[in-house]
Each structure stands twice: as structure tokens, then as C-alpha cells.
């Protein structure tokens, strides 16, 4: 029987809170400010903190680190009114599991506090299970016998049991959408259905309706109706790949899917009620995004519920025999060939290659390789390697006695010098964004230095 503490100052929502998850089986302890909630957290055994992020005395933010202090991995859910919706965003930086809008229903705060209690027992359990077994990660597709991808996995076993969003980094061509697939199946939801979208392979006007549908007559050519990812990945989960090109408008509605579960088709008045699990993909910085102002805070936060990062090929190297096996052995099976192996010296080759495609170019040049194979085994002659790709050449070095951040500061001074002053053209030389630049300026004390606006 789980145990939940709440601290609300209100007497009466405190009393509603305690008599409702009472009611649901839960042991309830409540308290009316943070100090004697702290004091809660010493003498009782608690599963789960449901908290008003404003109280008398220290505030939630406060409190919410304090808990994390005393127990890292405890789940504290904010409890808090639209106008604190950042600040709520804010404590989730700090490790608080999720946040409620005021007002909402018990039905929905009881959802939440089981869903925050599920996942977090299920990652002690397997965690627990496998230091105890010593066990090795296997996933059908994923070949991981590295560390590095052990780890991911890790990750994967931990995460798939739950319902939480999870965001994937990592370059282009490292697996994303594998490891996306690999979480989806082994979940509860593996009999539903897995949709992907990345969304730089759709023009902008056309996303929205890609994602939530539209109505008959909603735009020229509109015929008919015909329902969106969202709709069609009911019950299942919807990979969204390149999240950090997703434009703002649609950041919007995104957030609001993800905190509501609901949404309107594109020309439509009905609102509609959706059960999707969400993962997200990205090869961007996205916390340079968020200083660019290009991507939205609170959906970043809501996205990177649980962070996922893919390692590139070239920092895992020891995984690249068993990959180059496994995709030898499918491109024979697909070409009708005989069995072909691969020598220890091809191997060797294909080990020293630092891989700027990661797997997908190892996908590639294994691929070409066995096409033109013309014997038994693929020797180093018979791997086609790109070499015109980007160089990976080590970076030149700093200027001797310079730092990171006074050799960048001497490249914008610089920039502002070549453009006569106009930030748009030095931001655009320096390939960035003029907010970014602006950003850096500010940071380097000359954020109000005069500005001959844009000339060109």
C-alpha cells in the first residue's frame, strides 16, 4: 500500500486529497506548509509527495528541493494555478515527476499520482533485479555489446514499463528511431499501434494537419475528413522525429496534447480525447534552441521527462563486428546470394573509420559492399568506404594563453567589426541567430552596445 504525503495550506483541498486517495487504498499523511512536511518525510515511511507549489513560510520550489536532498529518486508531483505554469516547468529542471493545473478533477490527480507510483517502482524493481543478476540487455534489432549501448538500454528496460515521455538525442544516423521501437515493444502498449513522423520530410502548412487531422471543407481540397498521427497512435505511441524543427505554432498545440490529452482536428470544433505515449527525437541542441527562442521552454520540460542519448558510432567502436555481421547477414538474405562472411582485415578497416553517418553509414557501405561482392569473403578491397564526407581532423587549438570563452568573445568583437556594428550581419557570418547573438553580447556586458539595424 503506497504511501502519499500532501501538503496543501488550504484546510479544505488538503482533507478532499486525503479522504479521496484514501479512498483509493492509499496511506495518507498531509501537512499544512513545508516544514511540517519535512518533518513527515523524517518520521514516516512516504512513496510519494503531492505538494501546492505555493505555500506559507518555504515555497514549493524550495520544498522540492529540499526533498531531493534528503532522496533523489523520491517522486514529488506540483500541484499549481495556470498563472505558475512556468514556474511548475521550472521544478521540473529540479526533479519534481509532474505537475497538475488548478483546478483539476480527483479522477485525474488520481491517475497521475498512480502513473508517477508505477514508474517509479518498476525502475527500482528492474534496477534492483538486474545489479542482482548481473544480466546483459537484449534487444531484437539493437546490437549493443558495448558498454556505452549496455547503458542505453539500460535506459530503455527502465523506461519502456512506464508512460513517461521520453526524449532521444544523439546524431543523425545513430538509431533513434531503434531504440524509439525497442521502448514501444517491450511497453504495454506493444499490441497498439507505432506511428512515426519526422517532421522536417513535411512542409510547414501541411504538419498540423499531419499530426491532428482535419475536417471536411477545412482547407482548398479538403474533401473529406481524415483523422491525424495523434488519432491513428490511440492506445499505442507516436515517434516524433526532429522535434527541434518543429515550428512554434505547433509547439503549442504539442504541449497541450501532452498535458491534456486532447485536441481539435485542423477546421474542427470537437474536441478530441487521445491515450499516446510520446517519444521524441532530436540531433539539435535544444538548449541552444531554447536560448535562440526557437523552441518553447515548457515543452522542452515536458519532453525531456525522461532523456535518452545515443552515443555516435565512432564512441563505440567495439559494437561495429557485431553490426557489420548482422547487416551482412540480412543484405545476403535480401539479395539471394550465398552466405558471405567477412574477413578480420575487412573488419579492421571498417574499425578504423571514424563513421561521421554512424551506423546507418555502416548500414550503407555493408550494403554496397556485399552488391558487388563477387566472392565468398569481403576482403578489404571489397569495402567501399566514403571518403569525401565531412573531416574529422583534430580542431586547431586555442591561441596560446587564450580561453575557450575569451577566443569566442575576440571571434563576435570581430564579426561586429567586419558588419560596422549590424548584429543581423555578424549573427548571420557567425551562423547565428541574432537573438543568439544578442545572448552573447549580454553575457559578455554589452548587451545595450549600439546597433546600426539592418541594411541589407
Known sequence: MASILIVEDEPKMRRLLEMNLADQGFTTHAAGDAESGLKLLNSEKVDLVLTDFKLPGMNGMEFLQAIKRANASLPVVIMTAYGSVESA??????????????????????????????????????????????????????????????????LVERVATTNSTVLLGGESGVGKDLIARAIHEHSSRASGPFLKINSTAIPENLLESELFGYEKGAFSGATSAKPGKFELADKGTLFLDEIGDVPPPIQVKLLRVIQEREFERLGGTKTLKVDVRLIAATNRDLRAALEEGTFRQDLYYRLNVVAIDIPPLREHKEDIPALANFFLQRFVQASGKKSISISPEAIEILMQFPWPGNVRELENVLERSVTFATGATLGPADIRLDRTGPSTSTAPALPEGMTLDQWEQEIILEALRRSNGNKSQAARSLGLTRNALRYRLSQMGLGESPDHEDSV
Not at 105 to 131: D, I, P, Y
Not at 132 to 144: D, F, P, T
Open 89 to 154: 516547468v521550472e521544478a521540473m529542471k529540479f526533479g519534481a515527476s509532474d505537475y497538475v493545473l488548478k483546478p483539476f478533477s480527483l479522477a485525474e490527480m488520481v491517475l497521475v499520482v498512480r502513473k508517477e507510483l508505477e514508474a517509479h517502482n518498476l525502475r527500482e524493481e528492474n534496477r534492483n533485479l538486474r545489479e542482482a543478476l548481473g544480466l546483459r540487455y537484449e534487444y531484437s534489432n539493437v546490437i549493443a555489446n558495448s558498454e556505452k549501448m549496455q547503458n542505453v538500454l539500460a
